[in-house]
């Protein structure tokens, strides 16, 4: 007689458990976008508009000085399946939940979850802070260099964590494990990999976490033309025809400093930017890189001090053709999660639906007369976007 307790709610809810266990990273960004999306009567489709804070110029003097709002705004797009397809035979319904959990849907849930971490984590190509540390261990005043710049953009204490890859966990793991403290919370996080809290930070371990190469660079890339500004640069000086910067690669520009994101007074610290695309330099070693952040001069959004010059020295983070490890530092309000409910089939043997910390999961199986088995697909439909660059910041290690 089959247990009454693998009902299709039953085992739908325990496998969105065990997912839930091991997405740390997915876990610790924004989640409150999932309820924007497949809502009866209101659907939205798949994209979600996410305002972004208003910023505004301050007046001195009397004299009043109106000026626009200017909202801004970044997709949300829900658009990516993923799934895992079982066969189910009658004997493995007579299993008790724990035993069904441990055979069937621990192996199953594992490599989705995975397949779903590694899909969200390549939001690190859109992260322009970087501590620079390629080639030497992970140090906790990295980690420190790291909070400095996400208190110098202004990232709210709450929801901060810092996510780290396998060698940067053994690197630090050993020196930091008097400044872990067991809390209350760790126990609802509820999360795989969850180390302890530290200097403001939810220390994490991810496997994984992301190795990256600097294309091959023996150039001294400059400024091709002053007063630039925009989300793209007009650069020369490479080598021709090579493809000299790839999708994540980090820069700085010589005389282009960050500025204070609401007094807007230079920091005296370079800027950062991000590759957002792969670029190849044409004949003559010229080049046009797609960049962010954009470069601002001026106004509420203004981000640096001044347009690069002509001929100004571009500096790229790394060594060429050599990889080296990234972990990240970040904000919760950095990255934006959501996942959406799926339509329910009918005319099958069952299906059913359930949510479980934001992420909606969708079971639905049939019976198989021939072979007297139940094929199974459990679905999640989600997406990702980067919403704040600036709360997060990527550890470059070895």
């Given at each position: 007689?089959?247990?009454?307790?693998?009902?299709?709610?039953?085992?739908?809810?325990?496998?969105?458990r065990?997912?839930?266990?091991?997405?740390?990273?997915?876990?610790?960004?924004?989640?409150?976008?999932?309820?924007?999306?497949?809502?009866?009567?209101?659907?939205?489709?798949?994209?979600?508009?996410?305002?972004?804070?208003?910023?505004?110029?301050?007046?001195?003097?009397?004299?009043?000085?109106?000026?626009?709002?200017t909202e801004s705004t970044?997709?949300?797009?829900?658009?990516?399946?993923?799934?895992?397809d079982?066969?189910?035979?009658?004997?493995?319904l007579?299993?008790?939940?724990?035993?069904?959990?441990?055979?069937?849907?621990?192996?199953?849930?594992a490599?989705?979850?995975?397949?779903?971490?590694?899909d969200?984590?390549?939001?690190?190509k859109?992260?322009?802070?970087?501590?620079?540390?390629?080639?030497?261990?992970?140090?906790?005043?990295?980690?420190?260099?790291?909070?400095?710049?996400?208190?110098?953009?202004l990232?709210?204490?709450?929801?901060?964590?810092?996510?780290?890859?396998?060698?940067?966990?053994?690197?630090?793991?050993?020196?930091?494990?008097?400044?872990?403290?067991?809390?209350?919370?760790?126990?609802?996080?509820?999360?795989?990999g969850?180390?302890?809290?530290?200097?403001?930070?939810?220390?994490?371990?991810?496997?994984?976490?992301?190795?990256?190469?600097?294309?091959?660079?023996?150039?001294?890339?400059?400024v091709?033309?002053?007063t630039?500004?925009?989300?793209?640069?007009?650069?020369?000086?490479w080598?021709?025809?090579?493809?000299?910067?790839?999708?994540g690669?980090?820069?700085?520009?010589a005389?282009?400093?960050?500025?204070?994101?609401?007094?807007?007074?230079?920091?005296?610290?370079?800027?950062?930017?991000?590759?957002?695309?792969?670029?190849?330099?044409d004949?003559?070693?010229?080049?046009?890189?797609?960049?962010?952040?954009?470069?601002?001069?001026?106004?509420?959004?203004?981000?640096?001090?001044?347009s690069?010059?002509?001929?100004?020295?571009?500096?790229?983070?790394?060594?060429?053709?050599?990889?080296?490890?990234?972990?990240?530092?970040y904000?919760?309000?950095?990255?934006?999660?959501?996942?959406?409910?799926?339509?329910?089939?009918?005319?099958?043997d069952?299906?059913?639906?359930?949510?479980?910390?934001?992420?909606?999961?969708?079971?639905?199986?049939?019976?198989?007369?021939?072979s007297?088995k139940?094929?199974?697909?459990?679905?999640?439909?989600?997406?990702?976007?980067?919403?704040?660059?600036?709360?997060?910041?990527?550890?470059?290690?070895?």
């Amino acid at each position: 007689m089959a247990n009454a307790i693998l009902t299709p709610t039953a085992v739908t809810r325990e496998a969105l458990r065990v997912l839930h266990q091991k997405l740390n990273f997915v876990g610790s960004i924004t989640r409150e976008y999932d309820d924007s999306f497949a809502r009866q009567g209101a659907k939205i489709g798949d994209t979600l508009k996410i305002r972004l804070p208003n910023q505004y110029t301050v007046r001195s003097g009397s004299t009043l000085s109106a000026q626009d709002t200017t909202e801004s705004t970044v997709d949300l797009k829900v658009q990516t399946q993923k799934g895992v397809d079982l066969n189910f035979t009658s004997v493995d319904l007579t299993l008790a939940l724990d035993d069904f959990s441990e055979r069937i849907l621990e192996p199953a849930m594992a490599v989705l979850a995975a397949n779903i971490e590694a899909d969200a984590m390549t939001m690190y190509k859109d992260v322009y802070n970087q501590v620079d540390n390629q080639g030497q261990a992970a140090s906790f005043t990295k980690v420190l260099q790291g909070r400095k710049i996400l208190v110098d953009n202004l990232a709210p204490l709450n929801g901060r964590t810092c996510n780290l890859n396998t060698q940067d966990n053994v690197d630090m793991v050993d020196a930091l494990k008097g400044l872990f403290n067991d809390q209350t919370t760790i126990s609802k996080q509820n999360r795989e990999g969850f180390m302890g809290r530290t200097a403001g930070f939810d220390f994490m371990e991810n496997t994984c976490g992301r190795r990256t190469r600097r294309a091959p660079r023996p150039e001294r890339p400059l400024v091709n033309g002053a007063t630039q500004a925009g989300a793209s640069l007009i650069s020369d000086g490479w080598t021709a025809s090579t493809a000299a910067l790839k999708q994540g690669d980090i820069f700085t520009i010589a005389g282009v400093f960050r500025v204070h994101p609401e007094t807007k007074q230079s920091t005296a610290i370079l800027q950062s930017f991000v590759a957002t695309a792969n670029a190849t330099a044409d004949g003559s070693g010229n080049l046009t890189i797609p960049i962010s952040p954009a470069i601002v001069t001026s106004g509420a959004a203004q981000n640096v001090s001044g347009s690069p010059a002509d001929n100004a020295v571009i500096g790229v983070s790394g060594t060429g053709s050599t990889a080296y490890g990234l972990s990240m530092a970040y904000q919760k309000g950095a990255f934006a999660f959501a996942s959406a409910d799926m339509v329910m089939p009918r005319g099958v043997d069952f299906a059913a639906r359930e949510a479980f910390d934001g992420v909606s999961m969708r079971i639905v199986r049939q019976y198989d007369i021939n072979s007297d088995k139940f094929p199974c697909r459990l679905d999640v439909l989600y997406g990702y976007k980067t919403i704040r660059p600036q709360l997060a910041c990527r550890l470059a290690n070895h």
